[in-house]
């Protein structure tokens, strides 16, 4: 079994929480995988099927949760402090503080898109970047969220209409409304079959998932709702994969925006997964992870 080491790295007068794999049997060559968590503020813990990489292919893989969620958490904030600067500057005085400066990075949901970020900012000792179900445009993200709630039953449809107009999303009907479209397009079962990896997840969502976020996956009326980079993807020069699911939340369409724009973008496709692929086709997704970063070790 992999060594598990953790730590506390220094940040915004805070500390950041990181948890280190390392196989008893490194396999030389393989350069550490880098892992960003989705939210913002939903933690390392469902990415955790991912650490079966340090036994399975003799690679260390470095989890953190980031600055406001989980074992980073910290007291209220204005509004004004969660920025996506704010977690892009963490990337680096994380990588710093752990000496990872010749890297893989992998960037699920939101974390792709402060991967992408950063890859923007300075690529620098990043080898490759698998971005999964990430989108470089909110409002492509948000009408096909529109478009899959149209397959849901009649009254969810309209319990979820109910509830972005009201913003109550903890009414029964809406709350099992998305109960269903979770277990279809999220997570692939309901809330009640949650493996505790996903458990832990919620339980340690931060503020700044509705400051950044807003009250749910189906609208958009935080920092991010102007979200679009689809200009900018064009300049990301480190060999990238995308990596999503059929039946994900990030849909087809809205993850070829992001291979059309990122040039050289790879594409794994898997299919009858959910956005966290992970949860449902681990052995598809180790495999799809470790085949494409190690063509860059």
Excluded at 40 to 65: E, K, Q, S, W
Excluded at 80 to 90: G, H, I, M, R, S
Excluded at 258 to 281: K, S
Aim: a negative charge; charged letters at 25%; aromatic letters at 10%.
């Amino acid at each position: 079994m992999a060594h598990v080491t953790e730590t506390y790295v220094d940040y915004a007068g805070f500390k950041t929480y990181c948890k280190t794999f390392t196989p008893d049997d490194p396999q030389p060559g393989k350069k550490p995988l880098l892992m960003l968590h989705g939210g913002p503020g939903a933690c390392h813990n469902c990415l955790l099927t991912y650490a079966d990489i340090a036994d399975r292919y003799g690679r260390t893989v470095v989890f953190y949760d980031q600055i406001g969620c989980g074992k980073s958490a910290i007291p209220h904030q204005e509004d004004d402090f969660y920025t996506c600067d704010l977690w892009v500057n963490e990337f680096y005085a994380v990588r710093e503080a752990l000496g990872l400066d010749d890297i893989h990075l992998f960037g699920n949901s939101w974390g792709g898109m402060l991967g992408m970020l950063c890859m923007l900012r300075d690529d620098t000792g990043v080898n490759s970047f698998v971005i999964n179900s990430s989108p470089v445009s909110i409002d492509t993200w948000l009408s096909e969220a529109r478009r899959l709630i149209t397959f849901l039953p009649q009254e969810m449809q309209d319990a979820l209409e109910e509830a972005e107009r009201t913003g109550d999303y903890e009414a029964p009907a809406a709350a099992t409304a998305a109960d269903e479209y979770y277990k279809r397009h999220v997570t692939g079962c309901y809330a009640k079959d949650l493996p505790q990896i996903m458990i832990d997840s919620n339980e340690g969502t931060g503020e700044c998932y509705m400051v950044m976020q807003g009250a749910s996956e189906f609208v958009c009326t935080g920092k991010l709702k102007d979200w679009d980079i689809r200009d900018e993807v064009s300049q990301i020069r480190v060999p990238c994969m995308a990596l999503s699911g059929t039946d994900d939340e990030g849909t087809p369409y809205t993850i070829k925006e992001l291979v059309d724009r990122i040039p050289g973008c790879e594409w794994t496709l898997i299919q009858g997964a959910p956005h966290l692929a992970n949860l449902t086709h681990p052995d598809a997704c180790l495999a799809a992870v470790e085949g494409f970063i190690s063509r860059f070790d």
